[in-house]
């Protein structure tokens, strides 16, 4: 009977070990996890011979700890990773016994309690731990290390197993990778002087699109918390690298082996907003000149003004920092980011001879007339029968040429010249920038200068200029037209009148203000808002002005014109031109002042009796925003010496901030000045608002004061 059940026990632990080879245990935390579970079917009394089975077909490293931390057994790749002859559980090994061999990845010694073997005891797991075994001929082994807590069907821990793969190997890789990006990155002083020394972004990968080198330019696209770390994926270092479609880019141009190019790339990874850019991606040979390709060398020039604006070329004053000796291997490194910039660019010698131009320079020369200038020795434009002029029109010399000037030691920035060719009818226009290039020891020993023909813009910016003196003309007589200088006069009432225009007196406002006969002693009394500035602004203030006047002789109630004049301004004005206005029939005869506020500023009503001042309530909503708004009206009874002041809100608004004029101290002046001269009441309404303004309002300003005598 014994020897069947010894034989039964035998299949089990057969059956056992082929099923833990069929699940190609590994070393990670997921084969530990497995094995303990195949531990697990197993009786306490067949679990060691088992587990002994099961090691020892591991090609890992594997032992078996107690709660002792005593080593149970281990397999053939752990006797030689411990220099352990064959093993016998008596004397048992003890874990700290070895210890001493094995190190942190840094080389520290290892504490007890910082093993593996103790980690799992207390029930923690152990998940590629990497470590560092100093052998005795001195060398050294890297291990990555793994363990798991086997637990006994009550689920106390019994046992510890740990195993260990050697990755040596990978570290070895691993350091000669490093060593060869050093190496790579120290043959490149050179090119990261020359990287530095130029205005627009450079950015250097290896073929993993990982970070080798930026300049000063590119990092300053960035927020100053952004850290350029050597080795770092450009991904991690870019917002939305591959959002944007920039790692396609990157990658087309390493797995094509050609620059790849872009303009006006508009990116959204900037927390500013959109920006645009044009720049390349080329490929290049750092190491070996004949070599595989080794690197992507990314420049970027930022051109979001250009496109934003659309007023002006990018600006690029290229700084070029080098001597010929030092940067001739450098030189078709070089050459291919200069050919890659889409603005004209020349680089001369400190003599002012060209030395390098890119395909941009070329064609503008070509456009110019000057077929053979970029093969000349001097780059003199005297000499190609070309005269360059200053924009003022004096003849511009030699020595006042930007990239001349440049190399006495001055960067111009957006120098306007005119260039007349003897064969051409025309003259061209050019914006130039230019900037000394300095060598290693911070002499001066060329120029780079970057072109912009700007003709074009110009003649586009002259005929914006012509069309808008055009309009301003026609706006400032529409303006002059519907501004009440001549009022009639009211029995019984004196008025007083004041406008005052903008600082900048180029653009005509919306504000008026009108008084006319309606009928037998009744005036009507107006002073609006229109919305917006220039000649669409004069249109509709006259436009404005015309149909209250014709509505107010037909019907003068405020409750019947204002509804009228909403609906005709909603059906005749585009939705952003909106009005506001205050319309009053002033009854000379009774006394009475009744009106209608379409959502402008309140009028300050001075009562002469109770020698203060209050504000007249809106009564609805702005003229042409709504069809079929509804108006109410107040009437006021006016004695002797009761003032009513209408304004628009260049009076109220006058100041900056929150220092401004305000009605509070509006309501403050009119009482404390009632009984002076009316016109001096306006005068000095007038002058405060232009004192909180600092002399000149910021915006059109209208004031009508009427009082009763």
């Given amino acids: ?102 190190l942190n990845i840094d080389g520290k010694p290892i504490r007890l309690e910082e093993s593996a073997p103790a980690m799992c005891i207390r029930g923690e797991k152990v998940e590629n731990v990497e470590r560092l075994q100093i052998m005795p001929d001195g060398t050294r082994r890297y291990y990555s290390v793994s363990g798991f807590p086997i637990h006994n069907p009550e689920g106390r821990i019994e046992i510890a197993l740990v195993m260990a793969r050697d990755i040596t190997e990978f570290h070895k890789s691993q ?31 290896d073929t993993q699109l990982r970070l080798l080198r930026t300049n000063k330019a590119y990092r300053n696209y960035f927020d100053p918390s952004t850290t350029f770390n050597y080795g770092t994926p450009i991904d991690n270092i870019l917002p939305q ?205 060329g120029a780079v200068a970057a072109i912009s023909d700007i003709t074009q813009q110009r003649r586009i910016n002259e005929q914006i200029e012509e069309n808008y003196q055009r309009e301003h003309t026609i706006a400032t007589k529409l303006q002059e037209s519907f501004l009440a200088h001549d009022l009639p006069e009211m029995e019984g009432f004196e008025v007083g009148q004041a ?10 406002g919306g504000d008026f203000y009108d008084v006319f006969r309606v009928g037998d002693n009744k005036y009507a009394v107006v002073m609006a808002d229109v919305a917006g500035k220039g000649l669409k602004s004069a249109v509709y203030t006259a436009m404005t002005k015309y149909i209250l006047r014709a509505y107010a002789l037909e019907e003068h109630s405020p409750e019947l014109v204002l509804p009228r004049l909403n609906d005709a301004l909603y059906a005749c004005t585009p ?68 003032i009513i002041t209408f304004y628009t809100d260049g009076i109220t608004d006058a100041g900056w901030g929150t220092n401004r004029l305000g009605q509070d101290r509006l309501v403050q002046m009119l009482e404390s000045t009632p009984d002076t001269y009316i016109d001096e009441i306006v005068d000095s309404i007038i002058g405060v608002a232009q004192e909180f303004a600092g002399g000149m309002l910021a915006d059109d300003a209208a004031l009508l004061v009427i009082r009763a005598l």
């Fill in 175 to 205: 350091a000669q990778a490093q060593n060869v990006i050093a190496e790579l990155i120290r043959q490149q002083s050179s090119l990261e002087r020359l990287m530095d020394s130029v205005p627009f972004g450079v950015i250097l990968l």
């Fill in 1 to 102: 009977m014994s020897n069947e059940m010894a034989e039964s026990a035998n299949i089990r632990r057969q059956a056992l070990c082929r099923e833990v080879a069929a699940e190609n245990f590994d070393g990670e935390i997921g084969s530990l996890t497995r094995l303990a579970d195949a531990w697990a079917k197993t009786s306490p009394h067949e679990r060691g011979a088992i587990l002994h089975n099961i090691i020892q077909q591991m090609h890992e490293s594997v032992m078996l700890v107690d709660h002792d931390l005593r080593v149970l057994d281990l397999n053939e790749s752990a006797r030689r990773l411990l220099n352990v002859g064959e093993f016998k559980t008596e004397p048992m090994l003890n874990v700290d016994s070895y210890l001493h061999s094995v």
């Fill in 499 to 508: 406008y005052r225009p903008a600082k900048d007196a180029a653009m005509v």
């Fill in 241 to 445: 690298a591959t959002e944007s479609g920039i790692m396609n880019i990157l990658r087309d141009a390493i797995e094509t082996g050609q620059a790849m190019q872009v303009t006006n790339f508009r990116y959204e990874g900037f927390q500013k907003g959109p920006t645009y850019w044009s720049g390349t991606a080329t490929p290049m040979r750092l190491q070996f000149r004949r070599g595989p390709i080794d690197a992507l060398a990314m420049v970027a020039l930022d051109i979001t003004d250009e496109i934003s604006a659309r007023e002006q070329h990018v600006k690029l004053a290229a700084l070029a920092e080098r001597r010929a000796a030092e940067i001739e291997a450098e030189r078709s490194h070089l050459n291919a980011i200069i050919q890659a910039i889409p603005v004209p660019l020349i680089v001369c010698d400190a003599e002012g001879a060209i030395t390098a131009y890119n395909l941009a320079a070329k064609k503008m020369a070509d456009d110019l007339g000057l077929n053979d200038w970029y093969t000349s020795n001097q780059g003199d434009a005297k000499q190609q029968a070309v005269q360059v002029f200053k924009e003022n029109g004096e003849l511009l010399e030699r020595d006042e040429y930007p990239h001349i000037r440049s190399l006495k030691g001055e960067v111009c920035r957006n120098v306007i010249v005119k260039v007349r060719n003897s064969s051409q009818p025309y003259i061209n226009t050019l914006s130039i920038n230019s900037a000394p290039v300095r060598d290693g020891q911070n002499r001066i020993s």
């Fill in 575 to 642: 939705m952003e031109v909106f009005v506001t206005l205050i319309y009053g029939i002033l009854d000379t005869q009774n006394r009475t002042f009744t009106y209608g506020n379409a959502g402008h500023e309140q009028p300050i009503f001075y009562n002469n009796v109770t020698k203060s001042a209050d504000i007249l309530n809106v009564t609805g909503r702005a003229l042409a925003l709504v069809k079929g708004s509804a108006y109410a009206s107040h009437t006021l009874d006016i004695g002797s010496g009761d």
